[in-house]
């Protein structure tokens, strides 16, 4: 699904990410790992056309994807997590999921004419989506909630959500499992598994928790100073001295 080719990402002479070259498999969960400063974010960044690369080449499908920005990604697939913005947090959790774009059905003179009963049925139709998405995930008793007062978790189900509301290939999840209970950290873990075997999403995340990755991911990959260290299953890496030291390192 995507290919990843010496990628570079310098802040200045710093090198975030230095040379990764790594692939994500169709219809698998991929975990990104590595200790704090491994190059991890910037990585995810510069893949969903949040920062350019410095040099390097990005593949989706064998298409080159390189810097290009978000939302002509989004509508290829390609979608990253982002949190909760400031401004919706005032707005209810389904409100949230309706304010996803959805397809341009463009400005003619026949949708201005015919535009109100157009609007009123888009309308219908993402609430009643909405709906079915809070419902994957088991909240939809949040949906009149405002977004804003929902718990850490519930959240990231939200964030997890709007990937849902478009018909996602590949989500980019960072850290969704940070600072989550136990009880809603197994709910996002099924939402994650249902996506992918019952939708076909693949996924790549990032996380700290290794029984979370344990759980839901394989390959596993390992970064570290910018570059790719590793990559197996979770057992494989764990029991990878270079892992270990790196690990041990910082
Ligand atoms: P990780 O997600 O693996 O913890 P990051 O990609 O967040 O790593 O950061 C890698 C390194 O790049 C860190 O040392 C960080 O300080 C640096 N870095 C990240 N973003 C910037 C930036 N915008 N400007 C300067 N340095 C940055």
Redesign the pocket.
């Given at each position: 699904m995507i290919e990843v080719k010496n990628l570079h990402r310098h802040?200045?002479g710093?090198r975030?990410?230095d040379g990764a070259t790594l692939e994500i498999e169709t219809g698998s969960i991929t975990g990104l790992v590595?200790?704090?400063?491994?190059?991890?974010?910037?990585?995810?960044?510069v893949v969903a056309g949040v920062?350019p690369p410095t040099s390097g080449q990005v593949l989706m499908a064998g298409e080159d994807i390189t810097g290009l920005p978000p939302h002509v990604l989004f509508h290829k697939g390609l979608l990253r997590t982002f949190q909760i913005a400031h401004e919706f947090a005032s707005m209810s959790c389904r409100e949230n999921l309706m304010m996803v774009p959805g397809e341009q059905t463009g400005e003619t003179l026949w949708n201005t004419w015919f535009g109100r009963k157009r609007i009123a049925d888009e309308e219908r139709a993402l609430r009643a989506k909405a709906d079915e998405v809070l419902e994957f995930l088991t909240i939809e008793h949040l949906a009149d909630h405002k977004a804003g007062q929902v718990s850490g978790g519930q959240k990231k189900l939200l964030e997890l959500g709007r990937t849902m509301m478009v018909d996602a290939r590949i989500v980019f999840l960072?850290e969704v499992g940070a600072g989550v209970n136990r009880t809603l950290l197994n709910t996002i873990g099924d939402a994650i598994i249902r996506l992918n075997k019952e939708r076909g999403y693949t996924f790549c995340m990032?996380e700290h928790d290794m029984d979370f990755i344990g759980r839901l991911c394989d390959p596993v990959i390992v970064?570290a100073e910018?570059k790719v260290l590793s990559k197996g299953t979770i057992d494989e890496i764990k029991a990878d001295e270079r892992v270990i030291e790196a690990y041990l390192g910082t």
């Open positions: 802040f200045g710093f975030a990410v590595g200790p704090n400063g491994a190059g991890k974010t910037t990585l995810f960044n920062l960072d990032i970064m910018g």
